[in-house]
């Protein structure tokens, strides 16, 4: 059971009278029909009784195209306030029944929850009330629209615009409902990416990964990055504003995207997936500064998150070959390694079992307990008999480093 804790005003939208959660909202008070909405709690202010507003958007769409998982914006406007909430929910029009499911974007400032009713809901988390942040005040959700033929989808949102007076009186309590219609069903062109290899802080040298994104296509591009540890749980890296393990990215037609992850903590590995517009390009940017010298810098592709074989040069000759290997699928997988010389005479083979999500980092011979790759070069094979695998190769020489893209068999 959640705790519940004495009420602060501006910290969530309220559940029943001098209680609430600073973590968010209890389901069903959106104001939608049959449900109550904040002012339950917050009384003294009638609902939408002040100069601001609430309201949720369907990023760079008008309509919905069933089954495809698009991005929501929410927002609470209110002058001269600076601690927010938000209560979401979708239904199907004219009925009680759910529209589509909610995917928690990010995190940090939003959470998942379902009602008695059985339906989902979106609030935030005491994060995701943005203390000291004047209006306006956004969350970004993803929501993944039902199948074709189920009508209109409608939301039903809740904002608190909160005057942070330790009371629950006079927070500004704002409800709104918007009706998306479903498309012709033709489904977007998306393709699924994995950048195999994430790498930020570290104590000898300091390491940043830079992500780069255009939109060549004709209307704004919205999708999200996934972030992971390499024992598949979501990382959090951090961003322009805060931290977050789920990155929603918005490119209006012909612009470029950029964010740089950095830090100066400890060592931080993983891995990031994108399912992105066709209409969308990418790579992503490692860069490396020893002891405060200037960066080294390597491009790294974007590779598609659907192949199962791949063939990868290697060269120990003076230098350090060393690799990334990812499983972007939710089945483990046995990955097979066959390592050969450059006149084609194999040397060694290897198998690694990687979990769900799971990616593992490692100098190719040293893994492979292979020492007759120092001072030669040859070529290796990487694959799976199922599921996915996503490879990145990395060569180290003393002063620098340069990706190896390997190449699908």
């Known amino acids: 059971m959640r705790s519940i804790i004495l009420l602060v005003a501006g910290t969530a ?43 949720v958007e369907l990023v760079g769409a008008t309509a919905y195209t069933p ?37 928690v974007a990010d995190p940090v400032n939003t959470r998942l929850d379902t009602g008695q009713n059985g339906l989902e809901y979106v609030t935030h988390t005491e994060a995701g009330t943005q203390a000291g942040t004047a209006s ?28 942070r007076d330790g009371a629950s009186t006079s927070d500004k309590i704002y409800t709104s409902s918007t009706e998306i219609e479903a498309s012709d069903g ?9 950048l195999p290899q994430v790498a930020i802080g570290g104590e000898v040298g300091n390491w940043w990964t830079t992500l780069y994104f ?50 100066t903590g400890a060592l931080s590995q993983g891995w990031a997936s994108v399912r992105m517009p066709s209409s969308v390009k990418g790579f992503g940017v490692f860069s490396l500064s020893v002891n405060g010298n200037a960066a080294q810098e390597a491009v790294v592709p974007l590779s598609e998150d659907s192949a199962q074989s791949y063939s990868m040069i290697w060269d120990d000759a003076g230098f350090d070959t ?13 990955v097979n390694l066959t390592v050969r010389l450059a006149s084609g005479t194999q040397i060694g083979t290897g198998t690694i079992i990687l979990g769900p999500k799971e990616k593992r980092a490692f100098v ?34 003393p002063l620098a480093f340069t990706s190896i893209p390997p190449a699908e068999r």
């Open 13 to 55: 939208l309220f559940v029943a009278p001098v209680w609430g959660h600073k973590t968010g909202a209890d389901p069903e008070y959106t104001g939608a029909p049959g449900e109550n909405n904040c002012t339950y709690c917050h009384v003294g202010t009638a609902v939408n009784g002040g100069s601001g507003g609430v309201k």
């Open 67 to 103: 089954g495809v998982r698009h991005t929501l914006r929410v927002t609470v406007t209110e002058s001269g306030v600076t601690r927010w909430g938000f209560q979401l929910s979708a239904r199907l029009k004219g009925t009680s029944n759910k529209a589509g499911t909610f995917n």
């Open 136 to 163: 306006p005040a956004s969350w970004t959700v993803e929501w993944t629209a039902p199948p074709s033929g189920a009508g209109p989808a409608v939301f039903y949102v809740a904002g608190n615009a909160a005057n």
């Open 186 to 194: 033709t489904p977007v062109d998306t393709k699924s990416y994995v």
């Open 214 to 263: 255009t939109n060549t296509g004709t209307s704004t591009a919205s999708f999200t990055v996934d972030f992971y540890n390499d024992n598949g749980t979501p990382m959090t890296v951090p961003v322009e504003g805060g931290a977050t393990s789920s990155l929603p990215v918005f490119i209006s037609a012909g612009a470029t995207y950029k964010t740089v992850l950095t830090s």
């Open 322 to 334: 060393s690799m990334a290997v990812a499983n972007p699928g939710d089945t483990a997988v046995a």
């Open 364 to 397: 190719a011979r040293t893994q492979l307990n292979l020492p007759a790759m120092l001072g030669a070069s040859g070529s290796m094979d990487v694959s799976v008999q199922s599921g996915k695998l996503s490879l990145l190769g990395l060569r180290f020489g």
